[in-house]
């Protein structure tokens, strides 16, 4: 069979995206039809997931009752030099070649212009769910369009994505309808609402239930309500069984939901890092635990392409490292640019990403391997040696970083039996959540000297304690901030002597 050269070719054009960090990228593809011998091309730096597409939509079109078009395929991405990777492309490759065989009717070229087509297809037809679509639905204004077609699966999660069209697909069989309905105006949906009084109700009863079953540990309790009303970086250290893990896990239950643009932030990172969204209304601040064995990559990010680590999986909630002493100290030290800037930096060859990491650490530890050192319930087994190997696997300035550092001890039995003040206790949560919720910035500086509003006394007596601890330029800072936290719970304006004094002496002993 031959071909002539003067026969017209056909070509389509359509726009998918992709992910590029936790942004969506706007990717043209074009598809060509050429009458020659049959063959197919994927051009503009496709991943290997990517250069798969062609079996999968392959078979997707012939069960939907499409047909492979006969010639020589070529389709190209655009821009050529930025990498594409998984398989959210599959529905506008096909779309495409569709388009260019002359199998769709093609809608306004305006329309085309202005419409994602996120997806990726089954063999069957059916369009799945793809990873990072709620990214690229929130950056689609930006992107230069207003409509976004995705599986319908991904409706749910897509509900809170205001100021964009969404369109959900069932089947690959569906696309002369929606092309149809494409013609008419976009109903774009408004953005979503701010926090309500409703919402800081959300998750208050098991707030108080999970600090309801400490017994004893006043400090501890007391250091973690503080921490929740001022986003402080907190430290329990103790024994087996003296609750560290209990206090640290129920520090997350004190943080108020997410709403808003903090609530659309999780569900980007979320959907970016291939999880399931959180479901529509106020969503719970996230608490991630990661095992002591997690690597660098799986705390930080990183892999080909690049996804977020457990340290962005935290953005705006709470990242609990449990017995932080077995974490490899390689790993723990890389937290601390992160702690100070809020976002992790990451380069893998011409791939530079900024992940947002504006989290909550709270860390426990043993005193030593055995558990027992400095206790009174108990001795310790444990040689000097291995007591000094063991805290040093902490660095001195990652425990800089620590606002609140408290050391625990074992109560004894009876105080288990005796009852919690509960009313009391409701008061303190409540309040630790208003002042959370309040979203008071991270203050610094001259800032920070202001919110406190020293007297001449007050300001000797933390020149006098910060000599003597020997405390650094961020820890003096970090004393400050704890004690304008603790002002603001107990009511006050300023910053006095005996607020001072409480919060230096949540310093880490050197």
Partial sequence: MTFSESEPRLLARVLGATLDGLGGR????????????????????????????????????????????????????????????????????????????????????????????????????????????????????????????????????????????????????????????LSSPPAVRPAPAGQGAADLEHGLADARAALGMIRGQERALRAVLVAAAGGHH???????????????????????????????????????????????????????????????????????????????????????????????????????????????????????VEFPARMQLVATANPCPCGWYSSALDRCRCAPTVVDRYRARLSGPLRDRFDLWVEMDREPASHYLEAQASQQLGGWIEKARQLRASGRPFLQGDELLRACALDRSAREFVAGVADRQGCSVRALASALRVARTLADLQGRESVDLSTLAEAFSFRPVA
Wanted: net charge positive; hydrophobic share 45%.
């Fill in 234 to 352: 907190l430290f329990l250290q103790g024994p087996p069984g003296c609750g560290k893990t209990l206090l640290a896990r129920a520090l997350g239950h004190l943080l108020p939901p997410l709403t808003g643009e903090a609530a659309l932030a999780r569900r980007r990172i979320h959907s970016c890092a291939g999880l399931l969204a959180p479901p529509p209304g106020p969503v719970a601040a996230p608490l991630r635990a990661p095992h002591h064995s997690t690597t660098a990559a799986g705390l930080l990010g990183g892999g080909l392409p690049v996804r977020p680590g457990e340290i962005t999986l935290a953005h705006g909630g709470l990242l609990l490292l449990d017995e932080v002493a077995e974490f490899p100290a390689r790993v723990l030290d890389r937290l601390r640019e992160p702690l100070s800037d809020g976002v992790v930096r990451l380069v893998r060859g011409n791939e530079r």
């Fill in 26 to 181: 706007r990717v043209r593809v074009e598809a060509d039809v050429a009458p020659v011998l049959p063959g197919f091309s994927l051009v503009g730096l496709a991943g290997a997931s990517l250069r798969e597409s062609r079996e999968r939509i392959g078979r997707a079109l012939h069960n939907s009752g499409f047909q492979w078009p006969e010639g020589r395929i070529t389709v190209s991405l655009a821009p050529a030099d930025l990498r594409k990777d998984g398989a959210a492309m599959d529905l506008s490759i096909a779309v495409a070649i569709l388009l260019a065989s002359g199998q769709l009717r093609r809608p306004g070229a305006d329309r085309l212009r202005r419409t994602l087509f996120v997806a990726e297809l089954a063999l069957d037809g059916v369009l799945r769910p793809a990873r990072g679509v709620v990214a690229m639905a929130l950056d689609a204004p930006r992107l230069g369009v207003d409509s976004v077609v995705v599986a319908r699966a991904q409706l749910a999660e897509l509900r809170e994505v205001g100021n964009v069209r969404v369109e959900g697909l069932e089947h690959l069989r569906d696309l002369p309808d929606l092309l149809r309905s």
